[in-house]
């Protein structure tokens, strides 16, 4: 069975601080590592990593994926309350039949 | 270009009744997946399709039906709801070769 596992569950910070979210996967026939933000409703998209040790990044954010290590991490910069969400992390596996697997998601809160 | 949309917004229910949840595209995407979403569990797979026509099951499909006979169409379907079932329910869409999911805004459902 495929498995997602993001740590913390939840982080309180300040604006201005720095974070980190942690992702480690199991997902069989594994294609890709997504990251999405999730404010009140839907989930919407952040990046989508294929390669190991390559960066992808957007403004403050950024992500990195270890396929040797099968982790993935989520780096949020200079961090504003409008950060605050849920940021959920998905493995996704097979070919024709490709589906995501997510974890239960990091709460980040950001304070002023 | 309204994306995936989703009908009802909310909906109660009493133990026992059906009723069917809808989800429409209009980026022309074979794929569509129904998730559900609770409290501190991510989202979780409950079917998905491949194309007009054809269904799968995923990680929690016990109690739910679906049913896609327009492409662009996606319904998913409680024969006799369960307290269990209250939920939030996301229903995504993507391209064929693309693996990023698109969501909708989500339907919230009560079973009393």
């Known amino acids: 069975e495929d498995k997602v596992v993001q740590s913390p569950l939840s982080l309180v910070v300040h604006e201005g601080d720095t974070v980190t979210l942690n992702c480690s996967y199991e997902?069989?026939?594994?294609?890709?590592l997504l990251w999405y933000k999730q404010e009140k409703k839907a989930p919407t998209f952040l990046f989508m990593l294929t390669s190991s040790g390559i960066e992808k990044k957007s403004g403050r954010l950024s992500s990195i994926l270890d396929k040797k290590e099968l982790f993935s991490i989520l780096n949020i910069t200079a961090t504003q309350t409008g950060d605050s969400a849920i940021y959920l992390c998905a493995g996704g596996s097979g070919g024709s039949n490709y589906k995501l697997t997510f974890g239960k998601g990091t709460l980040l809160t950001v304070n002023p | 270009n309204a994306g995936v949309t989703q009908t009802p917004k909310f909906r109660v229910l009493k133990t026992g009744q059906s009723m069917t949840l809808l989800c429409a595209q209009d980026?022309?995407?074979?794929?569509m997946y129904w998730y559900r979403q609770d409290p501190g569990m991510g989202l979780r797979l409950i079917h998905y399709s491949v194309g007009e026509g054809t269904t799968a099951k995923g990680e929690v499909p016990d109690g739910y039906n679906v049913s896609r006979l327009k492409k662009q169409n996606f319904l998913l379907g409680l024969e006799s709801a369960a307290p269990s079932q209250t939920s939030v329910y996301f229903c995504?869409?993507?391209?064929?070769?693309?693996?990023?999911?698109?969501f909708g805004p989500g339907t919230r459902l009560l079973v009393l």
């Open positions: 980026m022309n995407h074979e794929y």
């Open positions: 997902v069989t026939n594994f294609r890709s």
């Open positions: 995504a869409s993507r391209a064929p070769l693309l693996e990023t999911q698109y």
